[in-house]
């Protein structure tokens, strides 16, 4: 069997077709298999969708309980077989639930990655590397220029503002799925033990990983009591990078503004969205986790997704490794 017999891509997404499926579409299908809850990989209105439990429940929780007609949960190292093909689920270390799927039939293997990361997550399982004839990665930060700095200095850099600017709210923007929760558990692993103000945005989020087994220790509304506004001097406030561009930032005593992401690389994109602290904390590969796990996976072939394609492809060609873009449209790297 060809690779292209197995999976290919099309303009609703990969499609499988002797298992009459496709993985993360972005347009409507009959059956979906889904790697993770983020909104460019999870999206409602198909007829049947299989999810590991936590992308089914993030999903509801996001779309209401309608988000499909019919849905399947499917479990880490599980093995189910979909019109002859057989599929496994794997952690791919990006989110809460985030799973790599392998698509198996005739001797061929291919796996579909997601969105996956290679560091250490208390929010979520570690990936787990799948041996395979075709990997399919993403390339988010797929240039040699994005490495990304240790998780706990960013967070000390920004416990040591806090301490530095106490009549100060440090408002940190970070993505409501995957990001504001691992801030949080970083924080606290960090030692730091008071309340964290959340916007209202990423309240039922929260819950549900508390729910799973996720601890994000005290928590409190980013509610601004007009008349007793200095009761946020000294705190940390979380919520959706959007939220801080309206009114609804200017309510906190002499904020500064933050912003998590592996974004926060670029100068200039901190610049632009006027973040004075950018924490360069990322939930993808930065450049060599990209090409480490290529090397450890060996696969015969690498096909990459979204992102930075051509870089990541002319890579693995100078090691000898076949690979082409797949130049799928309706994956974004901005929410990151």
């Known amino acids: 069997m060809r690779f292209e017999d197995l999976l290919r891509p099309t303009p609703k997404g990969l499609y499988c077709p ?6 993360d579409p972005v347009r409507p299908v ?20 299989t999810a590991t439990r936590e992308t089914l429940d993030i999903m509801a929780i996001r779309y209401g309980d309608d988000f499909s007609a019919a849905s399947q949960e499917a479990a880490y190292g599980e093995a189910m077989t979909v019109n002859g093909v ?10 809460l639930g ?6 198996e039939k005739d001797g061929v293997r291919i796996v579909a990655s997601g969105d996956y990361k290679r560091r250490r997550d208390p929010t979520c399982t570690t990936f787990e590397p799948v041996a395979c ?8 930060f797929g240039l040699p220029v994005f490495r990304h700095p240790d998780d706990r200095e960013e967070i000390a850099r920004l416990l040591k503002s806090v301490g530095q600017f106490p009549q100060s709210a440090h408002l940190v923007g970070a993505y409501a799925l995957g990001k504001a929760q691992r801030v949080i558990a970083l924080l606290r692993e960090a030692g730091y033990d008071k309340p964290i103000y959340i916007h209202g945005a990423m309240q039922k989020l929260c ?17 601004v009591d007009r008349a007793a506004k200095d009761q946020f001097e000294g705190a940390i406030v979380i919520g959706p990078p959007s939220a801080f561009a309206d009114r609804w930032a200017r309510r906190f005593p002499d904020p500064i503004a933050c912003f998590a992401s592996g974004w926060m690389r670029v100068r200039q994109r901190a610049k632009q969205r006027g973040v004075e602290l950018p924490l ?17 996976i060996r696969p015969q072939e690498v096909w990459v997704t979204h992102g ?25 790297d901005e929410a990151e």
């Open 133 to 140: 004839d075709v990997f399919i990665t993403e390339a988010t």
């Open 280 to 296: 360069i904390l990322s939930d993808h590969c930065d450049w060599d986790e990209l090409t480490e796990t290529i090397l450890e």
């Open 18 to 23: 002797p298992g009459d499926f496709y993985i």
């Open 86 to 95: 057989s599929v496994s689920w794997h952690p791919a270390g990006h989110v």
């Open 30 to 49: 009959e059956r979906a298999l889904v790697t993770h809850g983020h909104a460019d990989h999870a999206r409602p209105g198909h007829a049947h969708v």
């Open 308 to 332: 930075r394609e051509e870089a990541l492809v002319r890579w693995c060609e100078l090691n000898q490794i076949r690979a082409k873009p797949l130049h799928i449209v309706g994956y974004e």
């Open 98 to 103: 985030a799973a790599q799927i392998a698509v």
């Open 207 to 223: 819950d549900y990983y508390e729910s799973r087994g996720v601890a994000l220790g005290p928590l409190a509304p980013a509610t």
